[in-house]
């Protein structure tokens, strides 16, 4: 997962809004959105490599996401664990998200560079392991990629932007109204913040919002829409190299026990 931008106890009717996409080798394989067949009260894509995932959800409203942070000096320490696993770890846990992130400080130096999202509709938290910066979000809208100045990155302010404009100009939100939004290709007027880790050409790539490529680039967006009856939409729209799509669309009510939920397993 490389951009997500999210409005929380913002909107009157809808608790959160949330659009993210996820870049990534079109090679890495990955199962759509579905609930888990090991872990039913999560949905989520899944990595098939890691076993864990970039983003998911839980039938009571659990929610955590994760950004790679390549850009920073910090070094990992062996054995070096898949960055999903802390999404699915938090999801499938019974950890409050204090003492969760008590214990990302403690094995921080086993991951590669993110910054983690987690918790639910009441409470937010953001954890960066290159840092060890763990902060609670207020209410608001927000932003998370994976560089480490979050708010100098013009992909962000323009992800914001349009997510903020489409909400102040809709009264019914629709997912995939919300999805479309971040197949923005444009890149940004200002990228210069990027060159300082990428090539011009590259950086030039990195900063749109959707992220094209042979090998590597958007290969998802998602959006969790929740409204203040608890009505839950997650959405899933995946990419091929040719910008081809496919919708997977889950739909439930807060605290839904498990034999209410469709058979969709993978």
Known sequence: MCLLAFQWKEHPDYPLI????REESFKRPASRLHYWKDEPDILAGRDLKGMGTWLGMTVAGKISAVTNEPFTPFEPI????SRGNLVR?????????????LKLKETRQHFNGYQLLFGDLSQLFVYQNSTGHFKKLAPGSHTLSNAP?????????????????????????KPQELAALF?????????????????????????????EGDHFGTVSTAVILVDTEGKTQFLER?????????????EWNLGETSDKKPDLFN
């Open 238 to 250: 995946k990419y091929n190299q040719k910008g081809m799509f496919h919708d997977t669309l889950l």
């Open 183 to 211: 197949h923005d290709t444009e890149p940004a007027e200002n990228f210069s913040s990027l060159t300082r880790f990428l090539p011009e050409e590259e950086a030039r790539k990195a900063s749109a919002i959707f992220v």
């Open 78 to 81: 062996e054995p070096v664990i």
């Open 149 to 173: 100045s979050q708010d100098m990155l013009p992909k962000n302010r323009r992800a914001n932007e349009l997510l903020t404009n489409h909400i102040c100009s809709h009264a019914h939100l």
């Open 18 to 21: 949330l659009v993210a996409n």
């Open 89 to 101: 770890e938090y999801l499938s846990g019974e950890e409050k998200p204090v003492p969760y992130g």
